[in-house]
C-alpha cells in the first residue's frame, strides 16, 4: 500500500473514532462521566447498605453467645429511639392542645369580620352570654331549661336558643363595629367620662372579685364563656362604650322643631296619654285532677262548660257592681270570682289586652263599663274562652309632668326580730320589717351629710358605703330625668309635684324598696315628659334611617372560628 494511502487511512479512521466517541459523549445525560471503554461502572451502595455491612462484620468472629448479646443491645438501642421520638410527638400534641385549650386561638384568631375590623370568638362569647345571662332568670316563662345544652332545645322551628343567642351576639357586635368604624371616620373618640364609665367598670370587676373569692379570670370565664379573659373583657367593654356614646352624639344631633312634636303626638295619642280605669279578669277556672299515675288530666267537656257559664254570671255581677259605682260589691266579686286586677296600666302594658281598643276609643266618657272575652287558640286552632275582661273607663289626660334629677341613699329596714331574736311574721306568713331602725339610720345619715356642707358633692360621698340602692350608690346616688314611672309610689308623690326647687330633701318611707329614702332634688327637665318622649322616637327613627344608610357600606363574614362561638 502507497505511503499517500496509508495516512489517507489514518485520517479517515482518525475521524471515525472521532466522530464516534462525539456521538457517546451526546448521549450521556448531563453530569455523568462515561466510563472508560471496556470497564463497567460498579453500583452505588446505599447509606442503609454499607451499615449493615459494617454491622455484619462486626459480628463476624463473635461466638453464638457474643453475636445474640451484641443483636439485643441494638434492639434496645433501636427501641429508645422509638420511645423518644414518640414521647416528642406526644409532647408536641400535648402542647398544641394545651394551647388550643387556653383560648388563645379564639382570643387571636379572627371569627367575625365587619368592613376592616375583626373580632374573635371571645369577643362574640362576651354578647352571647351576655344574652344568655339576661334570658336565664325568666328561663322557666320561656322554656329555657338552663340544665339541657341549648343546641338541643328550639326557641321556635328550626332554631334552637343556641342559634339565636349567636346570632343575636354577631348582630350586636357588628352594630357596635359599624358605630366605632362611622366614629373614626368623625375623627370622634371616647370621652374623659366615657373612659371614667370604662375605669369604673373594671374596678367593680375587680372589687366584686376580691369580696367574693374570685379571681378575675375565673370569674369572667364563669361569666362570658371560657376563653374570655382581661384584657379581652376591658377591650369589649371599651368598644361597647365608645358605640353607645357616638350613638347618642348621632342621635341628638337630629333636631325636631316643637311642629314636629305637635304632630307626632297626634299620631300617636293613645300611647302618649294616661289613662285610669278599673279592670279586672274573671277566669274560666276549672279544677285539673290527675290519674293514677300523677299526670295532670285535661277537664272534659262538661266540666269546662261549667266553668264557663260560672265565670260568664260572675263578670255579669261585675258589671252590674261597677255601672252602679259599689265598690264593696266589686270587692267581693272579685275575691269570690277570683279575678285579676288589671287597673290602671300604662299603654305598652294594656295596648295587648282585648279591651284595648274600646278603652281607646276617643268617643270613651267617664263611667263607661264593658265586659270582653278573652280568647286564644289552641295547638289545634280551636278557640279557647280563658275569661271575661270587666273595664270601667275614668278619665284620659296628657300627663304635663317633667322629668325630675335627684339623689337618693336608700336604707333597707331589716326583718323585725322577737324576744328569741327570729324574725316576726304576719298571720299570712309575710315578713314584718323594722321601719324604724331604717328611718334612724336615714336620720342620722342625714345630719352627718348636713355637718359636711349639705350639697350634691357632700351627698354622693355619703352613697356608696350607706346606699341600698345598687342602681344608684357608685354613681353618687344620682338618676337623671328620671320619669313618674321610673320611679317608687313614695318618690313619685314627693318629686313630681314640681313646686321643688334645686337642694330640697326629704326622708321618705318606701315601702315599694322596704325601707327609707334620703331624697335630694337638683332640677326638672326643661321639656315635659310627654315631649321628650316625642323627641326621643322622632331623633330614633332619624338615626335608624341614618344607619340604615351606612350599614350597607360594611360587610360582614364569619371564619370557621365562628364554630367556637
Known amino acids: 500500500m502507497g505511503e499517500e494511502n496509508k495516512n489517507n487511512l489514518t485520517e479517515e479512521k482518525s475521524e471515525s473514532i472521532q466522530t464516534e466517541d462525539t456521538v457517546k459523549e451526546t448521549e450521556q445525560p448531563d453530569k455523568v462521566k462515561t466510563q472508560p471503554e471496556g470497564k463497567k461502572e460498579k453500583p452505588q451502595k446505599t447509606k442503609k447498605e454499607r451499615k449493615s455491612r459494617k454491622e455484619e462484620e462486626a459480628l463476624a468472629g463473635l461466638s453464638m453467645k457474643g453475636r445474640q448479646k451484641v443483636l439485643e443491645e441494638r434492639k434496645e438501642k433501636r427501641r429508645k429511639k422509638w420511645y423518644i421520638a414518640l414521647g416528642i410527638v406526644i409532647v408536641v400534641l400535648i402542647a398544641g392542645l394545651l394551647f388550643f385549650d387556653s383560648g388563645c386561638l379564639q382570643r387571636s384568631l379572627t371569627a367575625l369580620k365587619v368592613g376592616n375590623k375583626s373580632y374573635s370568638a371571645a369577643e362574640l362569647d362576651y354578647y352571647y352570654y351576655a344574652g344568655y345571662n339576661s334570658y336565664s332568670p ?16 328550639e326557641i321556635y322551628s328550626g332554631t334552637t336558643w343556641y342559634d339565636y343567642f349567636r346570632d343575636n351576639a354577631k348582630n350586636t357586635l357588628t352594630n357596635v363595629a359599624v358605630l366605632i368604624q362611622e366614629a373614626e371616620k368623625a375623627d370622634y373618640s371616647l370621652s374623659k367620662e366615657g373612659q371614667e364609665t370604662v375605669d369604673q367598670n373594671l374596678q367593680e370587676l375587680k372589687d366584686t372579685c376580691t369580696e367574693n373569692g374570685y379571681t378575675v379570670s375565673a370569674y369572667l370565664s364563669a361569666s362570658y364563656g371560657r376563653y374570655m379573659n382581661y384584657n379581652t373583657y376591658e377591650k369589649v367593654v371599651t368598644n361597647s362604650q365608645l358605640a353607645q356614646e357616638y350613638e347618642t352624639k ?23 296619654d294616661t289613662f285610669e280605669y278599673e279592670a279586672y279578669l274573671v277566669p274560666v277556672s276549672t279544677d285539673s285532677g290527675t290519674d293514677a299515675d300523677g299526670n295532670t288530666e285535661e277537664p272534659t267537656e262538661e266540666e269546662t262548660a261549667v266553668a264557663e257559664t260560672k265565670a260568664k254570671k260572675g263578670a255579669k255581677a261585675l258589671k252590674e257592681a261597677m255601672t252602679a259605682g259599689d265598690e264593696d260589691k266589686i270587692k267581693d266579686l272579685v275575691e269570690e270570682y277570683g279575678a285579676t286586677d288589671y287597673s290602671d296600666q300604662a299603654y305598652d302594658s294594656f295596648s295587648g289586652y282585648d279591651f284595648s281598643d274600646w278603652l281607646t276609643d276617643e268617643k270613651r266618657e267617664a263611667g263607661d263599663v264593658t265586659s270582653v272575652k278573652y280568647e286564644t287558640e289552641d295547638s289545634d286552632e280551636e278557640t279557647v274562652l280563658n275569661g271575661y275582661y270587666v273595664v270601667r273607663f275614668e278619665k284620659r289626660y296628657l300627663d304635663k309632668s317633667r322629668d325630675a334629677t335627684f339623689r337618693n341613699i336608700l336604707v333597707k329596714a331589716e326583718a323585725a326580730k322577737d324576744e328569741k331574736d327570729e324574725a316576726v311574721t304576719e298571720e299570712d306568713g309575710s315578713t314584718v320589717y323594722d321601719y324604724d331602725a331604717a328611718k334612724k339610720t336615714v336620720e342620722d345619715l342625714q345630719k352627718k351629710w348636713q355637718k359636711n356642707g349639705g350639697d350634691a358633692d357632700a351627698f354622693a360621698d355619703l352613697t356608696e358605703k350607706n346606699s341600698g340602692d345598687t342602681t344608684s350608690s357608685t354613681n353618687g346616688g344620682l338618676y337623671e330625668d328620671a320619669a313618674k314611672d321610673d320611679v317608687s309610689d313614695a318618690l313619685k308623690t314627693w318629686l313630681f309635684d314640681e313646686t321643688h326647687k334645686e337642694g330640697d330633701y326629704a326622708i321618705l318611707k318606701d315601702e315599694d324598696n322596704v325601707g327609707y329614702q334620703l331624697v335630694y332634688f337638683e332640677s326638672y327637665s326643661e321639656k315635659y315628659h310627654w315631649q321628650n318622649v316625642c323627641i326621643d322616637a322622632l331623633q330614633n327613627a332619624d338615626y335608624n334611617d341614618w344607619y340604615e344608610g351606612v350599614a350597607k357600606d360594611y360587610k360582614d363574614s364569619t371564619t370557621s372560628m365562628y364554630h367556637f362561638v
Not at 322557666?140 to 341549648?150: E, M, V
Not at 344631633?253 to 302618649?272: G, I, M, P, R
Request: glycine letters at 2%.
Open 138 to 153: 325568666y328561663a322557666t316563662y320561656y322554656g329555657l331549661d338552663t340544665s339541657k345544652s341549648l343546641k338541643e332545645q
Open 250 to 272: 348621632v342621635k341628638e344631633s337630629f333636631d325636631q322643631t316643637d311642629k314636629d312634636v305637635d304632630n307626632y303626638y297626634k299620631e300617636h295619642k293613645a300611647e302618649l
